[in-house]
Nanobody
Framework: QMHIVESGGGLVQPGGSLRLSCAAP?????????IAWFRQAPGKEREGVSC????????YYADSVKGRFTISRDNAKKTVYLQMNSLKPEDTAVYYC??????????????????????????WGQGTQVTVSS
């Protein structure tokens, strides 16, 4: 059973930056799994933000965050990151990390064909709150 933990959320002013981290003790997320970030604002549905394939490092971004957010991995630290720059109030949400594996993941896992469909992912973290406000 994979236990995903997100961290790095907080309160930031518009235009500021935050870096979220996603880790799972005992698992090297960036090596065998595709990892995605989702977010859910109050009263809204959970939406996909970004996905990182472990096969070739391909990345996917929602249009709303392209050019501002960057997903990356540090396999030595067994951690996947979401660097968020130029934050806007509309980025306020709980951010979740989720994992997807293809087969046994021996050769890595690509992001699902539909990278922002929730049920394509097997494990989810509890989320970390990001609030963008002055």
């Amino acid at each position: 059973q994979m236990h995903i933990v997100e961290s790095g959320g907080g309160l930031v002013q518009p235009g500021g930056s935050l870096r979220l981290s996603c880790a799972a003790p005992g698992f090297t997320l960036g090596a065998y799994y595709a990892i995605a970030w989702f977010r859910q604002a109050p009263g809204k549905e959970r939406e996909g933000v970004s996905c990182l394939s472990s096969t070739d490092g391909s990345t996917y971004y929602a249009d709303s965050v392209k050019g501002r957010f960057t997903i990356s991995r540090d396999n030595a630290k067994k951690t996947v990151y979401l660097q968020m720059n130029s934050l806007k109030p509309e980025d306020t949400a709980v951010y979740y990390c989720a994992s997807h594996i293809t087969g046994l993941g021996l050769y890595g896992s690509s992001c699902p064909t539909r990278p922002f469909v929730l049920n394509e992912y097997d494990y989810w973290g509890q989320g970390t709150q990001v609030t963008v406000s002055s």
